[in-house]
């Protein structure tokens, strides 16, 4: 059974840094897409980043591209969102989910691609 476990969130100050983790356990293929998606009060879910373990390559939402960095850790089975530089607007619950599929990653694959979801992580940034 494939199970994705999100810990790291919690209230941040603006400006601040926090880092995001995701691990994965009871995967059926070593080629996968582990994406974090994130999700504020009354708006819709939207992907903010993945990586690919085929060849770690990474996408961002352009929003975050230059204060988020993703990294995996395969022997730790564990994926790692770096946030940098946190805005008020960055304030949402955090999920990460896992697409098992191959290749290098061009685009956020969609929402429907990603087969198991955990179960977020809240991160809050206010003074």
């Known amino acids: 059974q494939v199970q994705l476990v999100e810990s790291g969130g919690g209230l941040v100050q603006p400006g601040g840094s926090a880092r995001l983790s995701c691990a994965g356990s009871g995967f059926t293929s070593d080629y996968y897409i582990i994406g974090w998606f994130r999700q504020a009060p009354g708006k819709e879910r939207e992907g903010v980043s993945c990586?690919?373990?085929?060849?770690?390559?990474?996408w961002y939402k352009g929003s975050v591209k230059d204060r988020f960095t993703i990294s995996r850790d395969n022997a730790k089975n564990t994926v790692y969102l770096q946030m940098n530089g946190l805005k008020p607007e960055d304030t949402a619950v955090y999920y990460c989910a896992v697409a098992f599929r191959a290749g290098t990653i061009v685009d956020m694959p969609p929402a429907v691609a990603f087969t198991s979801w955990g179960e977020g992580t809240q991160v809050t940034v206010s003074s």
């Open positions: 990586i690919s373990s085929s060849d770690d390559s990474s």
